[in-house]
């Protein structure tokens, strides 16, 4: 994965509730094993005709909007466990989502695949919305180091919590074998001062 530490970005809006992973990668995308192609179908049925045309109105073909943030409603990523979700989000180019409240399972897959959920509180999502929408190149930056997110257009600031194990996993571009490989000296050390009964 890539270190995180900061970003400043534009925002692509999604002021939807309820989004769920079925939503965010439909089930008849998930056979493959891999990572690679889901960004192609990220919010298929939203983005996509049934003949595989763009609908103009989606907000992923509206030139307008782009960056590595995706700000969402309340609510995001609930239904299935699905890890696809998080695949769809990272192979399109997402590096943190923006929302009032995530279901526990997706966020933290959207962690374990290098991807930054933050909460923050419903006023400061509808209004980053708010600024999104008077100018599309309203930005906002993420310090990870300092958990703070900051609404650029207003100056609003607002810290998120983050496990301090996935944060260091973050900050050094780590996945859960990535960081037990980074500890093996430690590991094989204590294993040798241990002492078994059998």
């Known amino acids: 994965m890539?270190?995180?530490?900061?970003i400043t970005s534009t925002c692509v809006p999604l002021p939807i509730q309820n989004v769920d992973t079925d939503q965010i990668i439909p089930a008849r995308f998930l056979k493959a094993t891999t990572r690679e192609g889901f960004g192609d179908n990220l919010f298929a049925d939203w983005r996509y005709n049934k003949d595989g045309t763009p609908?103009?109105?989606f907000v992923l073909n509206d030139?307008?909007?782009?960056?590595?943030?995706?700000v969402a409603g309340?609510?995001?990523g609930s239904g299935s466990s699905r890890e696809?979700?998080?695949w769809a989000l990272d192979g399109y180019g997402f590096k943190v989502i923006i929302s009032s409240f995530f279901a526990d399972i997706f966020q933290n897959n959207a962690l374990n695949n290098g991807i930054l959920p933050i909460v923050v509180s419903e006023?400061?999502?509808q209004d980053l919305f708010k600024a999104i929408d008077r100018n599309p190149a309203t930005t906002v930056t993420v310090d990870l180091v300092n958990?703070?997110?900051v609404n650029n257009d207003s100056g609003e600031s607002?810290?998120?919590d983050i496990s301090p194990y996935k944060k260091k996993c973050l900050m050094e571009g780590l996945d859960d074998i990535d960081f037990l490989l980074s500890n093996k000296d430690k590991i094989e050390a204590y294993e040798q001062k241990r002492t078994y009964s059998y």
Request: glycine fraction near 4%; hydrophobic fraction near 35%; charge should be positive.
């Open 158 to 160: 607002q810290s998120f």
């Open 63 to 70: 030139p307008t909007y782009s960056g590595e943030v995706l």
């Open 74 to 76: 309340k609510n995001f």
């Open 2 to 6: 890539e270190k995180f530490k900061q």
């Open 55 to 57: 609908k103009i109105e």
């Open 147 to 149: 958990q703070t997110v």
């Open 123 to 125: 006023s400061f999502l």
């Open 84 to 86: 696809h979700a998080a």
